[in-house]
């Protein structure tokens, strides 16, 4: 599956971001899908992750009450709704993606074979 994640930017401290991940070329709804970041001399860390189906979803202790994945399997789509930024969130954004059969924490990437390109958000203070 080819990922492409998009709306990434700069934004105050306290505002809001949507981040998008289009997938395609394999049956989306085959695929757990998770957000992960990477920020500047850091190692890339867990964000966010939703099972096929969106009925289950994971947060990193850090996002949990601000942060909301979701996806839409019709349009082989997910979301990452960033909400209540903070400077501390500025990294690159990457989604990925998980054939549904892994039954692991939505937080380890090697269980991920897909990657997007990434999108960077800056949040300033």
């Known amino acids: 599956v080819q990922l492409q994640a998009s709306g990434g930017g700069l934004v105050q401290a306290g505002g809001s971001l949507r981040l998008s991940c289009a997938a395609s070329g394999r049956t989306f709804n085959n695929y757990d899908m998770a957000w992960f970041r990477q920020a500047p001399g850091k190692e890339r860390e867990f964000v966010a992750g939703?099972?096929?189906?969106?009925?289950?979803?994971s947060y990193a202790d850090s996002v949990k009450g601000r942060f909301t994945i979701s996806r839409d399997n019709d349009n082989s789509m997910a979301f990452l709704q960033m909400n209540s930024l903070k400077p501390e969130d500025t990294a690159v954004y990457y989604c990925a993606a998980r054939y549904y059969t892994y039954s692991g924490a939505y937080n380890i990437q090697t269980d991920y074979h897909y990657w997007g390109q990434g999108t960077l958000v800056t949040v300033s203070s």
């Open positions: 939703i099972n096929w189906s969106g009925g289950t979803t």
